[in-house]
């Protein structure tokens, strides 16, 4: 049965979805579920939370709590728009969006509580790789979790499910060859040259390579907030600008009134996807293979550490690593036989420092 209600203009907005606005002259104007039925619980408890001048959301959320049909899409949005979504990590919205917007439109207009556990494993079993699979089931997972929280739905159905990655070592380490190789087509006071050495001897993360500028240099040091967990934890790294950054910096400057060291073409900060794209250029002119990519340089100058002699806390003062257990993932790539060459010298060093008791004894 179709019910007309008043004081709802209904439209078809430009992505294909069926819009409800409710507009009462002397009341605000309220949007009411997308794409939703309007005989649905969810849909009538929202417009009668309008008319009375309560909040929407509340009225949707004590529907669904009692087991009502609210809609995948629904709850979607809510949660992309939540606090809890937009304060996790700028990288993991920009993974997981996508993502749930698949889920929207795949099933979005059936009701929240039917996506159960069977429907779930049947959704990423249709995944490409083990690693695309980790990432929907991660991306599900906290809209689900999230949803128990907010009373949508009474049980998650992601809690039995586990999910394996797939065993890597991640980005391909740089080695010296290689860095040798694009230094020798990069020299000192070009762009290309200046991105090195910020990645490999300041050991960057990309997204804090690009954001890097005059206002983080202080007496010498580099004096920085690491983008990756900015919001929860929060780590400042402090390390003195070592001599070959310091004059790729001096002999390639930025723009007066730019903010960070590497710009592009028309002097304005890179964005990620477009450092990936030139720096990739940069490493086609040094006749690198594809597995060089950004956040290798990173890897490689945690490396150089290690075969430098530097203890694991030397390196994590550096890379702005908390656990010791990231460093030492990050320089696996490390000269075991010239660590083993040092480990010996050090032990035949302090057998000849030893003083023989006899000899103590006597002194």
Same mark, same amino acid.
Request: glycine fraction near 8%.
């Given at each position: 049965?179709?019910?007309?209600?008043?004081?709802?203009?209904?439209?078809?907005?430009?992505?294909?979805?069926?819009?409800?606005?409710?507009?009462?002259?002397?009341?605000?104007?309220?949007?009411?579920?997308?794409?939703?039925?309007?005989?649905?619980?969810?849909?009538?408890?929202?417009?009668?939370?309008?008319?009375?001048?309560?909040?929407?959301?509340?009225?949707?959320?004590?529907?669904?709590?009692?087991?009502?049909?609210?809609?995948?899409?629904?709850?979607?949005?809510?949660?992309? =728009?939540?606090?809890?979504?937009?304060?996790?990590?700028?990288?993991?919205?920009?993974?997981?969006?996508?993502?749930?917007?698949?889920?929207?439109?795949?099933?979005? %207009?059936?009701?929240?509580?039917?996506?159960?556990?069977?429907?779930?494993?049947?959704?990423?079993?249709?995944?490409s790789?083990? =690693?695309?699979?980790?990432n929907?089931?991660?991306?599900?997972?906290?809209?689900? &979790?999230?949803?128990?929280?907010?009373?949508?739905?009474?049980?998650?159905?992601?809690?039995?499910?586990?999910?394996?990655?797939?065993?890597?070592?991640?980005?391909?380490?740089?080695?010296?060859?290689?860095?040798?190789?694009?230094?020798?087509?990069?020299?000192?006071?070009?762009?290309?040259?200046?991105?090195?050495?910020?990645?490999?001897?300041?050991?960057?993360?990309?997204?804090?390579?690009?954001?890097?500028?005059?206002?983080?240099?202080?007496?010498?040091?580099?004096?920085?907030?690491?983008?990756?967990?900015?919001?929860?934890?929060?780590?400042?790294?402090?390390?003195?600008?070592?001599?070959?950054?310091?004059?790729?910096?001096e002999?390639?400057?930025?723009?007066p009134?730019a903010?960070?060291?590497?710009? =592009?073409?028309?002097?304005?900060?890179?964005?990620? %996807?477009?450092?990936?794209?030139?720096?990739? &250029?940069?490493?086609?002119?040094?006749?690198?293979?594809?597995?060089?990519?950004?956040?290798?340089?990173? %890897?490689?100058?945690?490396?150089?550490?290690?075969?430098?002699?530097?203890?694991?806390?030397?390196?994590?003062?550096?890379?702005?690593?908390?656990?010791? %257990?990231?460093?030492?993932?990050?320089?696996e790539?490390?000269?075991?036989?010239?660590?083993?060459?040092?480990?010996?010298? &050090?032990?035949?060093a302090?057998?000849? =420092?030893v003083?023989?008791?006899?000899?103590?004894?006597?002194?």
């Open positions: 049965m179709q019910v007309r209600l008043k004081f709802i203009n209904t439209w078809t907005d430009h992505l294909g979805r069926q819009r409800y606005r409710f507009r009462r002259r002397g009341f605000p104007h309220v949007e009411l579920p997308v794409d939703s039925d309007p005989n649905s619980p969810e849909f009538m408890s929202a417009y009668t939370a309008a008319l009375r001048g309560e909040r929407v959301d509340d009225a949707i959320a004590a529907v669904t709590a009692r087991g009502g049909s609210g809609t995948v899409v629904n709850a979607i949005e809510q949660f992309l =728009n939540s606090t809890t979504f937009k304060g996790s990590a700028d990288g993991t919205q920009a993974q997981r969006r996508p993502i749930l917007k698949s889920v929207a439109r795949l099933v979005g %207009k059936l009701p929240l509580v039917k996506m159960d556990e069977g429907w779930v494993l049947r959704w990423l079993e249709t995944a790789t083990a =690693n695309a699979k980790a929907r089931f991660a991306a599900l997972k906290a809209f689900t &979790k999230w949803a128990v929280d907010m009373k949508f739905i009474a049980e998650d159905p992601c809690t039995g499910i586990k999910v394996k990655t797939a065993k890597s070592d991640g980005h391909h380490t740089w080695i010296l060859e290689e860095i040798e190789q694009y230094r020798a087509r990069h020299p000192v006071g070009t762009m290309a040259r200046l991105a090195l050495e910020l990645l490999l001897t300041a050991t960057a993360r990309r997204g804090d390579g690009i954001a890097l500028g005059r206002q983080h240099v202080r007496n010498g040091w580099l004096v920085y907030t690491q983008e990756k967990n900015r919001k929860r934890k929060p780590m400042t790294v402090e390390i003195p600008i070592p001599a070959s950054l310091a004059a790729a910096i002999a390639c400057p930025s723009p009134e903010l960070t060291f590497l710009t =592009n073409e028309w002097g304005r900060p890179f964005g990620k %996807k477009s450092f990936n794209t030139q720096f990739r &250029k940069w490493c086609d002119e040094a006749g690198l293979p594809e597995r060089c990519v950004p956040h290798g340089l990173r %890897k490689g100058g945690a490396t150089l550490m290690g075969n430098s002699g530097c203890t694991v806390h030397e390196i994590a003062a550096v890379t702005g690593h908390r656990t010791l %257990k990231e460093v030492q993932r990050y320089t790539a490390y000269d075991r036989k010239q660590a083993a060459v040092r480990a010996q010298a &050090k032990v035949a302090a057998k000849d =420092n003083v023989p008791l006899k000899v103590a004894a006597e002194r």
